[in-house]
């Protein structure tokens, strides 16, 4: 594995744990009843079926961040990342939402998080929906949601993030952490024709596949890496994140595995291409997944961030899934990806071309 890559993932519990013990120190969580200023509600993106829908947000104190900008000092995105890290979570807030008639409610947990569950007596069409959300007693105005059904479609994509669809400067331990620790969704790039190759799996304008992002990275970072995605015309989808609290001890392993399993799950009848990179144990945990479920499983995309023995490692993955009927692709670029996935049907000649002239175009700038 590549050293600054090893390093980093030596530094990430040790930053989890300040985190965590931040929040204890000044008393973990705040019930409500202390409170007597605005409450800010964070909702992420809801998903489900036309007939069952869930939702998950978070109830903070408010925050001073402001909108990302391209000429923004770093110094400036890094008391921001502070910001996002050291939040302080609020919990017994009773949250309230409507959606296609029906009403959901939960109360916020002690790290902030509620999960509305809605059940439409109507199934609803596929695509995104808005929703209002409240809390209850509260002054504050509704806050807006968004969530996405599916129903049909060729087939879905999960994908992780950072290092897969984000470019984080693995092979430099100072250039990554300057990277995520003093970058913004406006100065984070994405690997060279991500956002094509997104945009052709997924069939954008037409009968839609949907997307779902799995990541190591804290629901903290959830608005940054939302913003990305819209700033760079990468397809949205609802995101998956850990709560470094309850998801700490889980592993990072064991976290995506179980979300991967939970998506599947919700679709039964929905095949899967996987997307991940080299750099932690998206190889494993997608050869895993294609072991547990088979035929549910188109094909395995794997951003080469890494060399040495751990592509050997990955090789010898691809070998295994590939007894399996599924190809594992070591890719070196987004064209590598787009390339099979054009022999395989999932996209055609004319979006295989805007993705070689989206790599094209990045490599000449």
Known sequence: MNPAKTAFKTIL????????????????????????????????????????????????????????????????????????????EVAGVRVMGVLAGETASAISDSDGYFT???????????????????????????????????????????????DTVIQSDVTSLPRMLMTSLTGNARTRSPFPGVGALYRALTREGEKRNPIFYVSSSPWNFFDLLWQFLEYRRIPLGPLFLRNWGMDLLSGHGGYKHSVIERILARYPELKFVLVGDSGEK???????????????????????????????????????????????????????????????????????RNVLTSVARTYES
């Open 282 to 352: 998206d190889p494993e945990i997608y050869a895993e997944v294609v072991r547990r479920h088979p035929g549910r499983v188109l094909a395995v995309y794997i951003r080469d961030v890494t060399s040495g023995l751990r592509d050997e490692g990955v090789m010898h993955l691809r070998e295994e899934v590939g007894r399996a009927g599924v190809d594992l692709v070591l890719a070196s670029d987004s064209l590598d990806a787009a390339s099979h996935a054009m022999a395989l049907g999932l996209i055609t000649p004319g979006e295989f």
């Open 116 to 162: 509305l569950h809605f059940k439409p007596r109507e199934a609803l069409a596929a695509g995104w929906y808005e929703l209002a959300l409240s809390m209850e007693g509260r002054e504050e105005g509704p806050t807006q949601a968004r969530v996405q059904v599916v129903s049909e479609a060729r087939f879905g994509i999960i994908s992780d993030l950072d």
């Open 13 to 88: 519990p040790v930053i989890e744990r300040v985190v965590l013990a931040t929040d204890h120190a000044f008393s973990g969580y705040i019930q409500p009843r202390r409170l007597r200023g605005k409450l800010l509600l964070q909702p992420y993106i809801g998903w489900g079926t036309p007939t069952a829908i869930e939702l998950t947000g978070r109830v903070l104190l408010p925050r001073t961040v402001a909108p990302a900008r391209k000429g923004d000092r770093r110094l400036q995105n890094f008391r921001n990342v502070m910001r996002r890290l050291f939040s302080r």
